[in-house]
Nanobody, 116 residues
Framework: QVQLVESGGGLVQPGGSLRLSCAAS????????MSWYRQAPGKERELAAG????????NYADSMKGRFTISRDNAKNTVYLQMTSLKPEDTAVYYC?????????WGQGTQVTVSS
């Protein structure tokens, strides 16, 4: 079955950086676009970034453009989210996600807290 396991979250000071990783299994990773979503306390889950199956195309939410970079390594079945210039409003649970033929799958999420 599809499994998505995020890692790399933690506590970071404003202006700092973190790199999130998502290890995928149970499907042909290289054939599917991947996404990172996030959900802040009291808010709806929102798309943070997406990347095409080959990694040639990416898209970002406006608030993350220029600060976040999504990438993938199809040989390792892993997608990454490099986050820089982090702000307190980036505090959220970050989820890795894939839309396969029949449904959207989610990881368990990793907490990112930006605070001094």
């Amino acid at each position: 079955q599809v499994q998505l396991v995020e890692s790399g979250g933690g506590l970071v000071q404003p202006g700092g950086s973190l790199r999130l990783s998502c290890a995928a299994s149970g499907f042909t990773f290289s054939k599917y676009a991947m996404s990172w979503y996030r959900q802040a306390p009291g808010k709806e889950r929102e798309l943070a970034a997406g990347i095409s199956s080959a990694g040639s195309s990416t898209n970002y939410a406006d608030s993350m453009k220029g600060r976040f970079t999504i990438s993938r390594d199809n040989a390792k079945n892993t997608v990454y989210l490099q986050m820089t210039s982090l702000k307190p409003e980036d505090t959220a649970v970050y989820y890795c996600s894939v839309q396969t033929t029949f449904m959207r799958h989610w990881g368990q999420g990793t907490q990112v807290t930006v605070s001094s």
